[in-house]
């Protein structure tokens, strides 16, 4: 499976995740899907989202009306969410589901984490060999990893899979 980020999602993602760093950033994934990619068009931060260091919280009442508004854009699905993991102290943020991360996680939806570190050293933006991306800007590291359920069905384990993140912007030419 591959997950197509453009320029503009590359950006709110980044952007979303320091803004509210030593937070969790939350937001909700706009686009469109096929049978063997994502294709996200638009990464919406939530504004009233009650956040701490490790989790955050989007109230119902929120969370209904966004899903009617969606629903006047006929070109765009939700199809999942986004959400940053945070260096603590000395201890490094890592893309991993939490088992919350998981349960909340619906079986066609695709979730991105953005792990945010603070920067050792500077680092261009590159694919990794587990298909996430990562770089640096700033005095921030990033790295972000896309998960799917194989088939829009948990597995016999339950877990969803790593996908392709495909991101010209971030890696390739600029």
Same mark, same amino acid.
């Given at each position: 499976?591959?997950?197509?980020?453009?320029?503009?999602?590359?950006?709110?993602?980044?952007?979303?995740?320091v803004?509210?760093?030593?937070?969790?950033?939350?937001?909700?994934?706009?686009?469109? &899907?096929? /049978?063997? $990619?994502?294709?996200?068009?638009?990464?919406?931060?939530?504004? /009233?989202?009650?956040? !701490?260091?490790?989790?955050?919280?989007? &109230? *119902?009442?929120?969370? $209904? =009306? =966004?899903?009617?508004?969606?629903?006047?854009?006929? $070109?765009?699905?939700?199809?999942?969410?986004?959400? *940053?993991?945070?260096?603590?102290?000395d201890?490094?943020?890592?893309?991993?589901?939490?088992?919350?991360?998981?349960?909340?996680?619906?079986?066609?939806?695709?979730?991105?984490?953005?792990?945010?570190?603070?920067?050792?050293? /500077?680092?261009?933006?590159?694919?990794n060999?587990?298909?996430?991306?990562? !770089? /640096?800007?700033?005095?921030?590291?990033? $790295?972000?990893?896309?998960?799917?359920?194989?088939n !829009?069905?948990?597995?016999?384990?339950?877990?969803?899979?790593?996908?392709?993140?495909?991101?010209?912007?971030?890696? !390739?030419?600029?």
């Amino acid at each position: 499976m591959q997950i197509y980020l453009n320029e503009n999602v590359f950006v709110g993602l980044v952007l979303s995740a320091v803004e509210v760093y030593k937070k969790e950033c939350f937001g909700l994934l706009l686009g469109y &899907r096929t /049978s063997e $990619k994502y294709i996200v068009e638009h990464a919406i931060p939530y504004q /009233s989202v009650k956040r !701490g260091h490790n989790w955050t919280e989007l &109230r *119902s009442d929120k969370w $209904k =009306i =966004i899903q009617e508004i969606v629903k006047s854009f006929p $070109k765009l699905d939700m199809i999942g969410d986004f959400h *940053s993991h945070t260096m603590y102290r000395d201890v490094r943020a890592r893309v991993s589901l939490s088992a919350d991360d998981i349960d909340y996680m619906e079986p066609h939806d695709l979730q991105i984490v953005i792990a945010v570190n603070e920067n050792r050293r /500077s680092r261009p933006w590159t694919v990794n060999f587990d298909h996430t991306i990562s !770089g /640096s800007v700033d005095r921030f590291h990033f $790295k972000l990893a896309a998960y799917f359920f194989e088939n !829009g069905h948990r597995n016999g384990n339950g877990r969803p899979r790593l996908a392709e993140i495909v991101c010209p912007f971030a890696v !390739g030419t600029r």
